[in-house]
């Protein structure tokens, strides 16, 4: 079965890709692998998700296959991409913040090495938009 990658961060973010790539995964008939994912260089990292919330992750997918991971590694960005490539996935949802152009240029970002450099279609979502 086809796979759409999710980069999960537990804010209204990650529940924007989810909630998009699940209405993919439905539309389609793919499952979905649902991602979280740490460098853990700080004590405390709010896109790590705690497990009582990836033990909800899956909630309201009404359905959809999907498998929830949770990762700490050296650089985020590399490793979805890597899973992309390892998993064959068809398309990576993440959810896209807004960053300043000076936030752009002094930052790195997952998103934008995600979208630069995937093999496949990348669909970045905003939080205050639905599923079409």
Do not use: W
């Amino acid at each position: 079965m086809s796979t759409i990658l999710v980069g999960f961060t537990p804010d209204e973010f990650g529940r924007a890709a989810v909630r998009h790539a699940a209405a993919e995964a439905r539309h389609r008939g793919y499952r979905l692998l649902i991602v979280n994912g740490s460098k853990g260089d700080a004590y405390v990292d709010r896109r790590f998700a705690a497990p009582e919330v990836l033990a909800h992750v899956g909630d309201g997918l009404n359905g959809v296959e999907h498998e929830v991971r949770q990762v700490v590694v050296a650089d985020v960005a590399e490793e979805l991409l890597r899973i992309a490539v390892a998993e064959q996935v068809r398309l990576v949802v993440l959810g896209l913040r807004r960053r300043t152009p000076v936030g752009k240029l002094l930052m790195g970002s997952v998103a934008q090495r995600v979208i630069l450099e995937a093999m496949c279609p990348v669909l970045a979502v905003k939080p205050d938009t639905e599923p079409v």
